[in-house]
């Protein structure tokens, strides 16, 4: 028999499914564990419960490249420490005076 080991808790239903679709294309199987609850508890709606992604031991490491390459990609905004822009967290640099985050001013 297989067994399941958590690699990530995502906020909601949404962004499981998203993670769950990166992680097998890349040929990784997940299961999400939460939803189920969700769905019996029915009033609750899905973006309030948290589901946790499992995956197979085997495939931890690979599993955490992806999910650390997702983070990364949808980071917070930031405010840029020299000119006081607000930048969407898609970028690496400033829009406006191309200074870099975390750099202060
Ligand atoms: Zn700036």
């Known amino acids: 028999?297989?067994?399941?080991?958590?690699?990530?808790?995502?906020?909601?239903?949404?962004?499981?499914?998203?993670?769950?679709?990166?992680?097998?294309?890349?040929?990784i199987e997940v299961c999400l564990q939460g939803e189920a609850l969700a769905g019996a508890l029915g009033e609750l709606p899905m973006n309030a419960v948290e589901v946790t992604l499992l995956i197979h031991p085997r495939d931890l490491e690979r599993s955490r490249l992806i999910l650390e390459k997702y983070r990364r990609g949808v980071r917070d905004s930031w405010r840029c420490g020299h000119c006081g822009e607000c930048n969407a967290g898609s970028f690496e640099?400033?829009?406006?005076?191309g200074h870099e985050p975390g750099t202060g001013a």
Not at 3 to 27: M, R
Not at 93 to 97: L, S
């Open 1 to 27: 028999m297989s067994e399941w080991i958590p690699v990530y808790q995502a906020a909601n239903s949404l962004e499981a499914h998203t993670l769950k679709g990166a992680l097998e294309v890349a040929g």
């Open 93 to 97: 640099t400033c829009w406006r005076c």
